[in-house]
């Protein structure tokens, strides 16, 4: 455990700080996350699960979040929860469709915790995270899924992704404060290998009609074109993205759209990649 500690302390050393706002703990949250997958990926021969294979939220303390996403028989996962600097004892659980809990474990004193994982059955899997305590009334946590012999992409592509597309979020705060804390998810981690192009995500719940909310996404360096949208769950409209810099960002006002969307988001054919998706709303 101490050898994860010191890479932590590291690998977050990697990444370009802001202000202590919510941006720093966003990415202090997912920089742990990280670190200890690295650990894995060394030492055991782990890569990243194909998709979206991280994301980042603003929990209260009390509060869980669920994530059901899809699990092959047979095959070895490792699911790590990780909080910010406030957080001391995470839950991270993994049930299935009858809630038979698979794996479980609770952090006492630490912002991370991991499970191992390998189902019996292919089929859709709840990991349910939930925030036990901190020192803040709430806080900034990640989920990140690896899977044996997953997709391969290097730390300097994700420290490249985090550096560019948070320098990026941060110019726009130039201009309009950002709320991270209202949106239920505020970062997706996508890893992509060479055959595939795209991932998505489904409804979205975006918590205020009145905030204009917006999607940007960058990828790293293997990325030669890169597309992302907003799809309307109820009239099948699919907003389209425009190019912010090196980036793509979609933006809308979900009282003149919808409140519960999804996102999908495609990129050229070329070799394993790694894309990361700011959601925010002003």
Same mark, same amino acid.
């Given at each position: 455990m101490r050898r994860f500690v010191l890479k932590i302390i590291l690998l977050f050393s990697t990444f370009s700080l802001v202000a202590q706002g919510d941006m720093y703990y966003v990415k202090q949250s997912l920089a742990t996350a990280y670190a200890i997958a690295q650990g894995f990926i060394s030492e055991l021969g782990y890569g990243y699960y194909s998709g979206i294979s991280s994301l980042d939220m603003l929990l209260k303390v009390g509060n869980s979040f669920v994530l059901t996403t899809y699990f092959d028989a047979y095959e070895n996962y490792i699911i790590i929860a990780a909080g910010d600097e406030d957080v001391t004892s995470l839950k991270l659980e993994v049930l299935d469709s009858t809630y038979y809990v698979y794996a479980s474990d609770q952090s006492q004193g630490e912002s991370f915790i991991g499970v191992k994982f390998s189902p019996f059955r292919s089929g859709n899997y709840k990991v349910k995270m939930t925030l036990v305590a901190g020192t803040e009334s709430k806080s900034y946590c990640s989920l990140l899924i690896l899977k044996e012999n997953g997709v391969k992409v290097s730390f300097n592509s994700i420290a490249y992704v985090f550096d560019k597309i +948070?320098?990026?979020?941060? *110019? +726009?705060?130039? =201009? =309009?404060? *950002?709320? $991270? /804390? /209202?949106?239920? &998810?505020? $970062? $997706?981690? &996508?890893?992509?290998?060479?055959?595939?192009?795209g991932a998505g995500f489904n409804d979205i719940d975006l918590l205020s009609n009145d905030d204009i909310y917006f999607f940007y996404a960058r990828g790293d360096m293997s990325v030669t074109s890169l597309e992302i949208g907003v799809r309307n769950n109820v009239s099948g409209e699919i907003l389209t993205d425009k190019k912010i810099g090196d980036g793509k960002m979609v933006m809308f006002k979900p009282a003149y759209y919808a409140k519960n969307v999804n996102f999908y988001i495609t990129k050229q054919r070329f070799e394993p990649a790694y894309i990361g998706v700011i959601e925010a709303s002003v």
């Open positions: +948070f320098y990026d979020a941060h *110019l +726009f705060e130039q =201009s =309009s404060p *950002l709320h $991270y /804390g /209202g949106v239920e &998810i505020c $970062y $997706y981690g &996508i890893t992509l290998d060479k055959d595939e192009n």
